[in-house]
């Protein structure tokens, strides 16, 4: 049966588009590389842990109009993401208010930026002098472990655009952002959605009005049209096995998202016997943890009460690491830990009762984690969602332009653009 439109991808941003597209009265087919929906989002159940696990997206940040709303549909709660924040740096623990040092200073001097620069550039220009190594280390780490970026790409005035939007709390999806993508996908089938899975796609043939995609096992998918709501770091991967070929090629259109940012994120959760941070080291109110390890960042579940520790490594740490198999990315978890907490490594080891792995950078269906915006990056982004012959378009988190690039209501927002315009071009 020939769709009306054949989606690619069913994450957020493309079980967004399929729900808006059948609302409208069309015929949808999505495809899906793997066994489930939800991309980048993955709450994992697992009996080895007391509570679901988010093996990918975590945090709803801050006052989002689309996913708020979405989870008031579902139904879905909330609950603050909170707690204080430690640094360890010399091997001492030490209590601290901000993410950045100097922030005041750091802050006057991006008010002062008119044209942009990457982050490594702004650094040195701005604040060479040694006074400010704390600064310039914190703002990097912040840059790479936040933003997943590289700092030599990264835009400054996209960094000072996201820090002058308002300061709003994190939150977390009470049972995992899984269940609003369990809600879209529900709805999605509801209105006649066609999915199919274990689905990765090998060739897009293409006319203006008709588009034929060859799935890797030879079977074939036809439609009007087709959107692509892949991650960006597939796209760019066009020489790796699960890269999607086009006929006729659209050679200038990929060259595009080469000019994108996206950052590499590697998970490791870790469940205790106990919380040992907060019975050994008084850190009962511990909401993030920094230092200069190899899995730099950590954070609790506060202020849930769970032994769990998250380990975060994204950016070029994480591509440094991606080629590690499990066990080894969880020794390094390990050794980390250990060095942070003055603690021999066995007695680390001991008190766990559960661990899981996400590599994202190493998953080839992601080849990465999550988009940053670079110098540059937007004007790419708006030729990138042109479509070509109201044919094909794209459309996911990598391809908005605003503060909230790089998360959940980005793949929302993008797709509800391109839906938009997609319905409008229908005859």
Same mark, same amino acid.
């Given at each position: 049966? !020939?769709?009306?439109?054949?989606?690619?991808?069913?994450? @957020?941003?493309?079980?967004?588009?399929? /729900?808006?597209? @059948?609302? #409208?009265?069309?015929? +949808?087919?999505? $495809?899906?590389?793997?066994?489930?929906?939800?991309?980048?989002?993955?709450?994992?159940?697992?009996?080895?842990?007391?509570?679901?696990?988010?093996?990918?997206?975590?945090?709803?940040?801050? =006052?989002?109009?689309?996913?708020?709303?979405?989870?008031?549909?579902?139904?879905? &709660?909330?609950?603050?993401?909170?707690?204080?924040?430690?640094?360890?740096?010399?091997?001492?623990?030490?209590?601290?208010?901000?993410?950045?040092?100097?922030?005041?200073?750091?802050?006057?001097?991006?008010?002062?930026?008119?044209?942009?620069?990457?982050?490594?550039?702004?650094?040195?220009?701005?604040?060479?002098?040694?006074?400010?190594?704390?600064?310039?280390?914190?703002?990097?780490?912040?840059?790479?472990?936040?933003?997943?970026?590289?700092?030599?790409?990264?835009?400054?005035?996209? $960094?000072?655009?996201?820090?002058?939007?308002?300061?709003?709390?994190?939150?977390?999806?009470?049972?995992?952002?899984? &269940?609003?993508?369990?809600?879209?996908?529900?709805?999605?089938?509801?209105?006649?959605?066609?999915?199919?899975?274990?689905?990765?796609?090998?060739?897009?043939?293409? &006319?203006?009005?008709?588009?034929?995609?060859?799935?890797?096992?030879?079977?074939?998918?036809?439609?009007?049209?087709?959107? $692509?709501?892949?991650?960006?770091?597939?796209? !760019?991967? #066009?020489?790796? %096995?699960?890269?999607?070929?086009? *006929?006729?090629?659209?050679?200038?259109?990929?060259?595009?998202?080469?000019?994108?940012?996206?950052?590499?994120?590697?998970?490791?959760?870790?469940?205790?016997?106990? %919380?040992?941070? =907060?019975?050994?080291?008084?850190? *009962?109110?511990?909401?993030?943890?920094? #230092?200069?390890?190899?899995?730099?960042?950590?954070?609790?579940?506060?202020?849930?009460? /769970?032994?769990?520790?998250?380990?975060?490594?994204?950016? %070029?740490?994480?591509?440094?690491?991606?080629?590690?198999?499990?066990?080894?990315?969880?020794?390094?978890?390990?050794?980390?830990?250990?060095?942070?907490?003055? $603690?021999?490594?066995?007695?680390?080891? !001991?008190?766990?009762?559960?661990?899981? +792995?996400? *590599?994202?950078?190493?998953?080839?269906?992601?080849?990465?984690?999550?988009?940053?915006?670079?110098?540059?990056? *937007?004007?790419?982004?708006?030729?990138?969602?042109?479509?070509?012959?109201?044919?094909?378009?794209?459309?996911?988190?990598?391809?908005?332009?605003?503060?909230?690039?790089?998360?959940?209501?980005?793949?929302?927002?993008?797709?509800?653009? +391109?839906? #938009?315009?997609?319905?409008?071009?229908?005859?």
């Amino acid at each position: 049966m !020939q769709a009306d439109v054949i989606v690619i991808g069913a994450g @957020a941003a493309g079980l967004y588009a399929a /729900r808006q597209i @059948a609302n #409208s009265g069309k015929l +949808v087919t999505v $495809l899906e590389a793997r066994n489930r929906v939800g991309g980048r989002i993955h709450t994992i159940d697992d009996a080895l842990f007391e509570k679901p696990l988010e093996g990918g997206a975590e945090f709803v940040h801050g =006052q989002l109009p689309i996913t708020l709303r979405l989870l008031h549909e579902a139904a879905l &709660q909330t609950v603050a993401a909170g707690g204080t924040i430690w640094r360890n740096k010399g091997g001492r623990l030490k209590k601290e208010e901000d993410f950045i040092a100097d922030e005041e200073a750091l802050m006057k001097a991006l008010n002062s930026v008119q044209k942009d620069m990457s982050i490594a550039e702004f650094l040195a220009t701005y604040f060479s002098h040694p006074k400010y190594e704390d600064l310039r280390q914190s703002l990097t780490a912040y840059v790479e472990g936040y933003y997943a970026g590289d700092a030599t790409k990264a835009s400054t005035l996209a $960094l000072k655009e996201e820090w002058e939007a308002s300061e709003e709390e994190d939150q977390r999806i009470i049972g995992g952002y899984g &269940q609003l993508m369990q809600y879209l996908y529900k709805q999605c089938m509801e209105k006649g959605c066609r999915f199919y899975f274990d689905t990765p796609v090998n060739t897009i043939h293409w &006319q203006k009005g008709n588009v034929v995609v060859t799935a890797a096992d030879g079977t074939t998918y036809g439609g009007a049209k087709v959107l $692509l709501t892949v991650p960006v770091g597939v796209l !760019q991967s #066009s020489r790796l %096995p699960s890269s999607i070929l086009f *006929n006729p090629a659209i050679d200038d259109k990929l060259a595009l998202f080469q000019k994108l940012g996206f950052g590499g994120v590697i998970k490791i959760a870790l469940q205790f016997s106990e %919380p040992f941070w =907060q019975k050994d080291f008084g850190l *009962n109110n511990m909401g993030f943890l920094f #230092s200069e390890e190899a899995i730099p960042t950590w954070w609790t579940q506060h202020p849930q009460q /769970r032994a769990l520790l998250t380990g975060w490594c994204a950016g %070029p740490a994480a591509e440094k690491l991606k080629h590690l198999h499990d066990e080894a990315l969880f020794e390094e978890a390990l050794t980390s830990l250990a060095r942070i907490f003055k $603690l021999e490594k066995d007695a680390v080891k !001991q008190k766990i009762t559960a661990w899981k +792995v996400a *590599n994202w950078p190493a998953d080839p269906f992601t080849h990465g984690g999550y988009s940053y915006t670079t110098i540059d990056g *937007n004007n790419a982004i708006e030729s990138i969602l042109q479509p070509l012959d109201n044919t094909i378009y794209f459309a996911g988190e990598g391809l908005y332009t605003g503060a909230e690039i790089g998360t959940v209501e980005a793949a929302f927002s993008s797709a509800n653009g +391109v839906t #938009s315009k997609m319905l409008s071009q229908f005859q």
